[in-house]
């Protein structure tokens, strides 16, 4: 029996407001174990940006750490980032939520100019150059713009469409992305983005006013096409 | 056009060792998303028994709320315990994690003897009495064993089955549902028991040692039975 393909996924704590987008990264893991991989939980080992009240989107006076808040999501079967290199994992898979733009990078609070944690940077490059592929969704494309800014290396991403109701103002996120070094398209709500150069999938997921079902939808196409392009990597 | 069915979804934190699984409660509104009815995200407005750092197991020395750490799995969505009625709701889900058994009960400290929130309580023995149906997955049936014990009404109710594997102990739990009034029966890990005499439907889901792949199909049939029976009731 071969072994299961082995693909990451990169938490950020546990709650949309400051931490992983709680229902995106549930159904990421779902998708995958539906479709015979192995998953292994990741976060850095920091402190969160913010902790925010998810009732009333108040600034709470407390700290809390990326890793341990991304344990409960994992139910305690998580890694400190700093203990996984590239070579264990096939590939890679970025839930969305505020916590990728707090805690992974400051993307919330810069932009383009923001900056990434390094761990992460380290380990988006090293997956890139060594062919493996990433997908990545919902804001989670700002921490893939932010870790090859500057490289070269130039992933098309998308975070959704202007042509339908969103929460987020799309034009302006993709235009940051673009300022970044990125390239960017507009899918539609459910709809993937394919960088065959790269070997990045990206969806908007909760970038639009997508249902929790649509957001399974579209997490499911994105975790079909990641795994179906991490076993042609993996047998090229 | 009909309105849809409101079923409520009853959470107690956000965190197997001290709130709601994550995942029950994300599969769940996905479950009842995808079957078309409306979801209303409830919890109750009271401290957690405890706050465990789900990386080493360990407690932590602080304090978090229930209904705002709730708020997490909700997107925000979510009302106070106490601001609902029965009259509001066709039908309720109850995922489990320790938060049923800490929060909503205090079932991991006390077993049968326990308390149970005088508001979940009347919330789920005025459903009852309505005719209205209820689904509890993991522990969550202990909530329904404490909030009939000494009603005369005696919930059937399952845990899972002494015949797969589980992390917990089966035989005990069960034999603590039955102290408390229930009547038990052991179910395969991803089946589901109905209680036709009082419209309530259980199933194990982490009770057993299932994949979260599992646990969803457990879940998708559970809420397809509790939609049925809810449906019935609200035609009859």
């Not at 390094?118 to 870790?147: M, N, S, T, Y």
């Not at 899918?187 to 070997?199: F, S």
């Amino acid at each position: 029996m071969n072994n299961p393909l082995k693909i990451g996924v990169l938490l950020a704590g546990n709650g949309v407001y400051d931490g992983s987008e709680t229902h995106e990264a549930v159904l990421t893991l779902l998708a995958l174990d539906r479709l015979g991989v192995q998953t292994v939980c990741l976060a850095p080992d920091v402190p969160q940006t913010h902790v925010i009240n998810h009732l009333t989107g108040q600034e709470m006076p407390e700290t809390r750490n990326v890793l341990v808040e991304s344990a409960r999501i994992a139910r305690g079967n998580i890694k400190p980032l700093s203990l996984v290199v590239a070579n264990e994992l096939d590939g890679l898979a970025i839930p969305g939520g505020f916590g990728a733009a707090k805690n992974l990078t400051t993307w919330a609070l810069a932009g383009p100019e923001g900056q990434i944690e390094p761990a992460v940077r380290d380990l988006l490059q090293a997956l890139v150059r060594a062919g493996k592929p990433i997908a990545a969704v919902c804001i989670a494309p700002a921490v893939l713009a932010l870790a090859f800014r500057g490289t070269g290396i130039q992933p098309k991403l998308t975070v959704g469409t202007t042509a339908a109701p969103s929460p987020y103002d799309i034009a302006a996120t993709s235009a940051a992305l673009e300022q970044a070094g990125a390239q960017t398209r507009q899918v539609g709500p459910t709809e993937v983005l394919v960088d065959d150069v790269n070997n990045i999938i990206s969806s908007p997921c909760y970038m639009m006013e997508n249902s929790i079902s649509q957001v399974f939808e579209a997490i499911e196409k994105t975790m079909s096409k990641l795994v179906e392009m991490v076993s042609l990597a993996k047998s090229s």
